[in-house]
T-cell receptor
Framework: EAQVTQNPRYLITVTGKKLTVTCSQN?????MSWYRQDPGLGLRQIYY???????DKGDVPEGYKVSRKEKRNFPLILESPSPNQTSLYFC????????????FGAGSRLTVL | DAKTTQPNSMESNEEEPVHLPCNHS???????IHWYRQLPSQGPEYVIH???SNVNNRMASLAIAEDRKSSTLILHRATLRDAAVYYC?????????????FGKGTHLIIQP
């Protein structure tokens, strides 16, 4: 089944403890991205990657890092999480085409205490 | 990307058609109209997209006004599983790097 897989789905952590949210897609998509969703603010893009070794900042990149060493994986790294990064995170991917149809993962709910 | 305007919420009855409107008066000639939906506790899910002509797929139909300044997502026979937030989004066909910009969408409530 074509899908985007995120892990963990739920995580509670403490301020300053580094964490990584993994994202993997099995559709051979070139483009991958990370979004966060907060009440009243909708979905906002954090980082995106057009291809392997190519990453760019989205609308809200502060406090996050990403890497794209392989086509299928696009991990989101929080080096020193803070409570304002408590949110619902979504990874998405799409193929190279003009229609820009995204496939989303199921989400990772992160709480930073 | 050009802006879209949708009602905050709509209510409909099960097994009846639902028409979800979207206004996009500043749409450009190369903007695709996309619809996604987000069911409770799930990630957004692609529904349908179109450029100029009306489109149909297994999930829904998309009716695009002749001047393209508005569109309507049509669910022909709503079920309780269609209760979700529906997002209308414009995306330039030549746009490259960035993703889709999601607004607040329309919260669709289905009454049994």
């Amino acid at each position: 089944e074509a899908q985007v897989t995120q892990n963990p789905r739920y995580l509670i952590t403490v301020t300053g403890k580094k964490l990584t949210v993994t994202c993997s897609q099995n559709m051979n998509h070139e483009y991958m991205s990370w979004y966060r969703q907060d009440p009243g603010l909708g979905l906002r893009q954090i980082y995106y990657s057009m291809n392997v070794e190519v990453t760019d900042k989205g609308d809200v990149p502060e406090g996050y890092k990403v890497s794209r060493k392989e086509k299928r994986n696009f991990p989101l790294i929080l080096e020193s999480p803070s409570p304002n990064q408590t949110s619902l995170y979504f990874c998405a991917s799409r193929d190279r085409d003009g229609a820009n149809v995204l496939t989303f993962g199921a989400g990772s709910r992160l709480t930073v205490l | 990307d050009a802006k879209t305007t949708q009602p905050n919420s709509m209510e409909s009855n099960e097994e009846e058609p639902v028409h979800l409107p979207c206004n996009h008066s500043t749409i450009s000639g190369t903007d695709y109209i996309h619809w996604y939906r987000q069911l409770p506790s799930q990630g957004p899910e692609y529904v349908i997209h179109g450029l100029t002509s009306n489109v149909n797929n297994r999930m829904a139909s998309l009716a695009i006004a002749e001047d393209r300044k508005s569109s309507t997502l049509i669910l022909h026979r709503a079920t309780l599983r269609d209760a979700a937030v529906y997002y209308c989004i414009l995306r330039d066909v030549w746009g490259g790097a960035d993703g889709l910009t999601f607004g607040k969408g329309t919260h669709l409530i289905i009454q049994p």
